[in-house]
């Protein structure tokens, strides 16, 4: 099993920065792949960015290419979500997951074993 808990989240104003945090605790070892997603009211649920967990190989979605950045920590079991310029459509409930199986499918939210319980962003306008 794989704990994931997120941390970060609030409220702030169009332009400003946020950085979500992602603490990963059990069975670590086993993460293949590391993900944020996030859901809008009245949305489906939408794949934001995905990192491997022992390389270098970062995914982004076009709506927030070249605004948010996503990296880890090994050592400390953490993933974190840089968030730049942030827009009022960024508003949602960001997820932190995590995916135990190898494969090259990286944005399907079937795609990972184990998900946070979110933490929600808001920004106005």
């Known amino acids: 099993q794989v704990q994931l808990v997120e941390s970060g989240g609030g409220l702030v104003q169009a332009g400003d920065s946020l950085r979500l945090s992602c603490a990963a605790s059990?069975?670590?070892?086993?993460?293949?792949?590391m993900a944020w997603f996030r859901q809008a009211p009245g949305k489906e649920r939408e794949f934001v960015a995905a990192?491997?967990?022992?390389?270098?190989?970062?995914w982004y979605a076009d709506s927030v290419q070249g605004r948010f950045t996503i990296s880890r920590d090994n050592a400390k079991n953490t993933v974190s979500l840089q968030m730049n310029s942030l827009k009022p459509e960024d508003t949602a409930v960001y997820y932190c997951?995590?995916?135990?199986?190898?494969?090259?499918?990286?944005?399907?939210?079937?795609?990972?074993?184990?998900w946070g319980q979110g933490t929600q962003v808001t920004v106005s306008s």
């Open positions: 990192l491997t967990w022992n390389s270098d190989s970062t």
């Open positions: 997951a995590a995916s135990i199986r190898p494969g090259p499918s990286i944005r399907p939210g079937s795609r990972y074993d184990y």
């Open positions: 059990g069975r670590t070892y086993d993460i293949y792949t």
